[in-house]
């Protein structure tokens, strides 16, 4: 633990947003028989400590582990962790399969120390589980399943979530929309699974994009299938937010305190508008629009 506060204390002092073309980043394509993932890690941070936790970042409709890299290397500078974005059915257009995604993460973790350079001397990483859109239902359908269950959810728009059979037993991170797009409802999205989320233990930014081009892909590359959902304005914004929030919520997780004050981003970052929904906080009381 005192290990980490220091090399969480020294990557604050990194500014989020930084460019993310560092040659300190490694990553690197890898295969198991369930499925493809590409790692990123920062070689500045000695070994294995940058393996101390690990983030399975699982890709989101249409999608493949080549469209993350942005995001990805922005959260690897940031602080000391090792991001692996994966895909547990590669070539296939869908994504919610939470079978494909159990048989991946339980064959790959046992695994990770010879898969995964950073983590070749680390036992044990705490691990925190990512799924952008249908990657989201899949990994909170899979959650019971998965050996070491993780520590944490974080979902980037999760779609399509139901109530009325899938709970989030872990802490969860959730970013959203106030405005459906790419025929993403928000309805069946983030503020569903915030709110099937443990209510102590809950976190949801809710983007403002009625005001801002702003839309489901903002977490990609290039957009999802750029004709379809492309990326829209000046959206860096969320990804560096997406970024500032998941080292938050990594702490959070240590000191098992959710207070809503820790969550709140930085003005340096926020270029937009979003609400920021806690632990008991009700988005259901807030009219938005359905569009």
């Given amino acids: 633990m005192l290990l980490f506060r220091i090399l969480f204390t020294v990557a604050c002092l990194f500014p989020i947003g930084v460019s993310s073309n560092s040659p300190t980043i490694v990553s690197k394509f890898g295969a198991i028989r369930e499925g493809q993932f590409k790692y990123f890690y920062d070689d500045m941070i000695p ?3 940058s393996c101390d936790h690990v983030l399975f970042l699982g890709v989101g409709t249409a999608m493949t582990i080549n469209d993350y890299d942005g995001l990805a290397k922005k959260i690897v500078e940031a602080y000391p962790l090792t991001v692996i ?8 257009f869908v994504k919610s399969f939470a079978g494909k995604f159990s048989h991946f993460y339980n064959e790959m973790v046992p695994k990770i120390q010879s ?3 950073a983590c070749a001397d680390k036992e044990n990483p705490m691990i925190f589980v990512s799924g952008h859109s249908g990657s989201g239902q899949a990994i909170i359908n899979a959650l019971d399943t998965l050996n070491p269950k ?11 979530i139901n109530a009325n059979r899938m ?4 802490p969860s991170l959730e970013w959203g929309f106030k405005k459906t797009s790419c025929l993403v409802r928000i309805s069946r999205a983030a503020k569903l699974a915030y709110k099937v989320g443990e209510m102590k233990k809950r976190i949801f930014y809710r983007v403002d994009n009625v005001s801002q081009r702003i839309a489901h892909c903002v977490f990609t590359d290039n957009g999802c299938m750029t004709f379809v959902c ?3 304005g000046d959206d860096e914004w969320v990804r560096d937010g997406v970024t500032y929030s998941i080292r ?3 702490e959070a997780v240590h000191q098992n305190n959710f207070e809503k004050n820790r969550f709140n981003l930085p003005k340096s970052i926020v270029r937009g508008d979003y609400d920021l929904f806690t632990n008991h906080d009700d988005p259901y009381s807030w009219t938005t629009s359905e569009l």
Avoid: E, M, Q, S
């Avoid at 993780?150 to 399509?160: C, E, M, Q, R, S």
């Fill in 230 to 232: 492309g990326r829209r």
């Fill in 47 to 49: 070994k294995p400590n």
């Fill in 167 to 170: 709970r989030i037993t872990i």
């Fill in 150 to 160: 993780p520590v944490g959810f974080v979902g980037l728009d999760p779609y399509k």
């Fill in 248 to 250: 938050a919520f990594i």
């Fill in 115 to 117: 898969l995964v350079p």
């Fill in 85 to 92: 974005v994966t895909d547990h059915v590669p070539g296939v």
